[in-house]
């Protein structure tokens, strides 16, 4: 529930606590990049605690969930004046309606949305290929066969670098300065758009010129990051080269995740709940299933082509944003969500 209901929350609460495009597009940047952090230093925390008790990352984790509930418990609702508890007309079905109904309804009829979920729950997905192929890459199959007795495996195929598990997990800290980075270079992003606002540029009238930009520049970090692992994972190329290739997806990840989540509450507002809900439907899903099939996927066609065969799905993807930028606003005046959102304002602004 909580890895469901977390990013649907945090991001209408960002959009509830800022109206400014920019300060709510940084509030949301902080929030992507921390849930990236998680995912890369709980390798390298767990790696090495698991060798004094592999009971203690549970109790590492319960203990930092624990001070981050002290601080929930001092924030107030953002909403207020929707708050559910608070509202005698409050039904059950409009709840539905909003909770269960809408994002299934938006990602199947919005072509924005539907593109949005897909990219990100593969990128999302990717990232938790990692957990497995960096233990294939690093650690090495032969130190993991046990967990997976059901995969007929040639271990010299696979058996690279033969770290041990708190050392792999060093391997992902060039994910999280790639991660970090992104910080500065979204600030960069953002300067060149106001310069050019200053301007006047054609460009800047654009929909979507605020957010797009960094989602076009993404991709190809994450293909190069992807295929750059491919072909320098192997015993005669020193493991730095391959564990370096994290920065640019480190990078890229977290300025698309940033960009294609404020793109879709820049366009849809009061629904972005909603559309978020959707997202987060879908990078769930897949990022449970697809990295089931990496250690097969790994097994069957070797590093070098399993790690580029997501390299080239990822260059398909990543065409999406520059569709955006082409047709998104047509996209957008044809919705009917968003229709409904120009209504709300013109009865706003009477």
């Known amino acids: 529930m909580e890895i469901v209901l977390r990013p649907i929350s945090l991001s209408r609460i960002c959009a509830d606590l800022y109206s400014d495009d920019m300060r709510r597009g940084r509030a949301l940047l902080w929030y992507n990049m921390a849930t990236t952090l998680g995912s890369t230093l709980g390798p390298l925390i767990s790696g090495f605690a698991v060798f004094d008790n592999w009971r203690l990352s549970y109790w590492i984790g319960l203990g930092y969930g624990g001070i981050c509930f002290l601080g929930i418990r001092k924030t107030e609702e953002t909403d207020l004046p929707r708050g559910p508890h608070e509202d005698d007309t409050f039904i059950w079905q409009n709840l539905l309606t909003k909770v269960l109904i809408r994002p299934v309804r938006m990602l199947c009829r919005e072509p924005l949305v539907l593109g949005s979920c897909l990219y990100l729950a593969f990128q999302y997905s990717i990232l938790y ?103 320098t994972s192997r015993p005669s190329i020193h493991w730095s080269s391959s564990v370096l290739s994290g920065v640019l997806y480190g990078l890229g990840y977290t300025l698309n995740f940033n960009a294609l989540l404020n793109y879709l509450v820049d366009g849809y507002a009061s629904y972005a709940s909603s559309a978020n809900a959707a997202s987060s439907l879908t990078r769930q899903i897949m990022g449970a299933a697809l990295p089931f099939a990496a250690v097969p996927m790994y097994d069957a066609l070797g590093v070098g082509w399993a790690s580029s065969l997501l390299g080239f799905v990822a260059a398909i993807m990543s065409i999406i944003p520059f569709l955006f930028w082409m047709y998104g606003e047509k996209l957008l005046e044809k919705s009917i969500l968003a229709q409904e959102l120009a209504r709300e304002k013109e009865r706003e602004c009477r």
């Open 129 to 231: 290929i990692y957990l497995q192929s960096y233990s294939i890459i690093f650690q090495g199959i032969t130190n993991l066969k046990v967990l997976f007795t059901i995969v007929d495996t040639d271990m010299s195929k696979l058996d690279i670098y033969g770290f041990n598990t708190g050392e792999k997990g060093l391997a992902f800290i060039p994910i999280a300065v790639g991660t970090l980075s992104a910080f500065p270079v979204n600030i960069l992003i953002e300067h060149v758009y106001l310069d050019a606002c200053s301007q006047d540029l054609p460009w800047t009238k654009h929909h979507g010129a605020r957010r797009l930009p960094a989602a076009c520049i993404s991709g190809p970090l994450i293909v190069t990051s992807l295929f750059w692992s491919a072909w």
